[in-house]
C-alpha cells in the first residue's frame, strides 16, 4: 500500500537545496573525524585520504544521486520512499527495511554525533568566556580528560546541543532546517576560508601537505581502506536517510546530477582545507597529530595560546564546527520526525522533541561510557567507539550497498531515466557504475578488510 503523503513542503529552489545537502554533508565528519583518523592512521595516512576521495568520486557522488532519486520519485520520509518506489517498480514492500535502517541509524549517529558536538560547544564556552591559556601538551591532554571523566559537564553541553537541533527542526522544513541552513553555511564558508589562510600563515602548510598526500602504500595499516570508504560514506550523510529525506523535498524540475556534482565537490574540498588547516597549526606549533578522538581538542589549544590573537582564533574556529555539526544533526534528526509527522499526523514540534528523548538518554549513556561505564565493553570498545563503527564501518556501507542493487537493478530503468534526466552518455556512465562499480567496489573493500586483515582490532 503506498503512502500517501498528502501536501509536503519543497525548499525554495535548487540552491537552498544545495546549501541544506552541504550543510548535512559537511559536519564533525571533516573536522573531527577526518584529522583524528588520518592521524591515527599514521604512515598511511596518504592512502586514507586517496580511498577517502575515490570512493567519494567513483562511490559516493553515484549514490548520492541515487539516493536523492529515491527520495523525490518517493515524496516521502525514507520508508514511505521505499515503500512507494518500491510498488511503483513492483518490488517487495520488504525494500522498505532499507528505510528503516538509515531512520534508525541515523538516530543512531545522532546519540554520540551530539556528544562530540557538545565537546565542542563546551571549548567554545570556555574560549568565549575566559579564554585558555595552555603551555605544555600535558596541560591541554590533562584538561581535555578533565572534561571527559566529568559525566555530568559531557551530558550539559551533549543536552544544550540537542535542544539547539531540535529547535530547528520542529520548525519545519522551510522555516526551520532551510532557514538556519542559510544563516550557517555562508558563516561557515567565510570563516572556514578566514581560518585556513590564517592557519597557513601562522602553521607549517607544506608539512601538514606531505603527511596528507604522502603515499606509503607498502605502509598500509589494517583497516585504513575501509576507514577511507567508510568517511566517504559517513562525510557525505549517505546511507542513513537523511540524504533521502532532503532529496523528497526537492521539487521535479532540478536536475540531480549537477545539484549532486557540487556538493560532492564541495563537501570534499571543505574536508581537506579543514584537514589542512589543523594539521598546518600541529605541524606549525611542533606537535604530533596521533591523539586520537580528541586530536583537535588535544593539540590545537597549544596552538591557539601560542599565536597572535589565539583566543579568537579559537573562538571562531570552535563556531565554525558548531555551524558545522549543528546543519548535520538536523539532518540526522529529520528523516525519523518526518516518518512520525506522515505516518501518524502528528505535529512536527511534538514529534520533534518526542524523538530527540531516547536519542538523548542513549547520548547520555555515551557521555557515562567514556567514565563511570569505561569497564564496561562491547568486543573490546566502549559504547561510544561501539556506536561510530557499527554506523560508519558497517551500516553506512552495507546501506550503500543496497541502495546501489535496488536503484541498479530493481527500480527499472524507465523511472529511474525519468527521474534523473541525464543526458544519453551521461547516463549510461553513472547507471553503470551505480550497477557494477559500486556494489563490486563495496563487496571487495568488505572482504580485503574481513578476510585478508584483523580489521577488527
Ligand atoms: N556528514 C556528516 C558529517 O560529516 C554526518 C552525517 C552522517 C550526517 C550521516 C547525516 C547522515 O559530520
Given at each position: 500500500m503506498s503512502q500517501e503523503v498528502s501536501s509536503r513542503s519543497t525548499w525554495s529552489n535548487r540552491w537552498a537545496f544545495i546549501l541544506v545537502t552541504i550543510g548535512s554533508a559537511v559536519g564533525l565528519g571533516n573536522i573531527w573525524k577526518f584529522s583524528y583518523i588520518a592521524g591515527a592512521s599514521e604512515g598511511s595516512v596518504g592512502v586514507f585520504v586517496v580511498v577517502y576521495l575515490a570512493c567519494v568520486a567513483l562511490i559516493g557522488l553515484p549514490l548520492l544521486m541515487a539516493e536523492i532519486l529515491i527520495g523525490r520519485r518517493g515524496r516521502g520520509n525514507p520508508v514511505a520512499a521505499m515503500l512507494n518506489t518500491a510498488e511503483e517498480s513492483g518490488n517487495s514492500s520488504w525494500w522498505a527495511l532499507l528505510g528503516w535502517a538509515g531512520i534508525f541509524g541515523a538516530l543512531m549517529i545522532l546519540s554520540f554525533y551530539s556528544v562530540v558536538s557538545g565537546w565542542m560547544v563546551d571549548y567554545f564556552w570556555q574560549y568565549l568566556a575566559k579564554g585558555v591559556q595552555v603551555n605544555t601538551p600535558e596541560e591541554t591532554k590533562a584538561a581535555f580528560d578533565a572534561m571527559m571523566a566529568d559525566p555530568w559537564r559531557l551530558s550539559f553541553w551533549h543536552t544544550i546541543f540537542m535542544i539547539l537541533t531540535v529547535g530547528v527542526v520542529a520548525r519545519g522544513v522551510v522555516s526551520g532546517i532551510e532557514i538556519a541552513n542559510k544563516i550557517m553555511i555562508p558563516m561557515l564558508f567565510l570563516i572556514l576560508i578566514l581560518l585556513t589562510l590564517w592557519g597557513a600563515a601562522a602553521g607549517d602548510m607544506p608539512t601538514a601537505l606531505r603527511f596528507m598526500f604522502n603515499l606509503k602504500v607498502e605502509a598500509i595499516k589494517a583497516g585504513v581502506v575501509i576507514d577511507g570508504m567508510g568517511h566517504a560514506f559517513f562525510s557525505l550523510s549517505l546511507g542513513m536517510g537523511a540524504i533521502m529525506a532532503y532529496g523528497s523535498y526537492l521539487d521535479k524540475d532540478t536536475n540531480i546530477g549537477n545539484t549532486c556534482l557540487w556538493i560532492a565537490i564541495v563537501g570534499a574540498l571543505i574536508g581537506l582545507l579543514c584537514g589542512a588547516a589543523i594539521f598546518s597549526l600541529t605541524f606549525g606549533y611542533g606537535l604530533t597529530p596521533a591523539a586520537g578522538p580528541g586530536l583537535i581538542l588535544q593539540t590545537l589549544p597549544l596552538a591557539f595560546s601560542d599565536m597572535p590573537g589565539g583566543r579568537i582564533f579559537a573562538v571562531f574556529f570552535f563556531l565554525l564546527v558548531i555551524f558545522a555539526a549543528w546543519t548535520s544533526s538536523i539532518s540526522l534528526l529529520e528523516p525519523f520526525v518526518s516518518w512520525l509527522t506522515e505516518r501518524f499526523g502528528i505535529r512536527r514540534s511534538f514529534a520533534a522533541w518526542g524523538t530527540a528523548l531516547p536519542v538523548w538518554l542513549l547520548g547520555v549513556a555515551v557521555c557515562l561510557s567514556f567514565n563511570e561505564w569505561a569497564r564496561f565493553k562491547i568486543l573490546g570498545r566502549i559504547l561510544f567507539e561501539m556506536l561510530d563503527h557499527l554506523a560508519t564501518r558497517f551500516m553506512m556501507p552495507l546501506s550503500g550497498l543496497a541502495i546501489a542493487i535496488y536503484v541498479g537493478?530493481?527500480?527499472?530503468k524507465v523511472i529511474v531515466l525519468d527521474e534523473i534526466r541525464l543526458k544519453q552518455r551521461m547516463f549510461r556512465l553513472w547507471f553503470n557504475v551505480v550497477r557494477f562499480i559500486v556494489p563490486v567496489g563495496i563487496t571487495m573493500i568488505f572482504l580485503y578488510e574481513l578476510v585478508l586483515r584483523d580489521w577488527f582490532k
Open positions: 537493478w530493481r527500480l527499472g
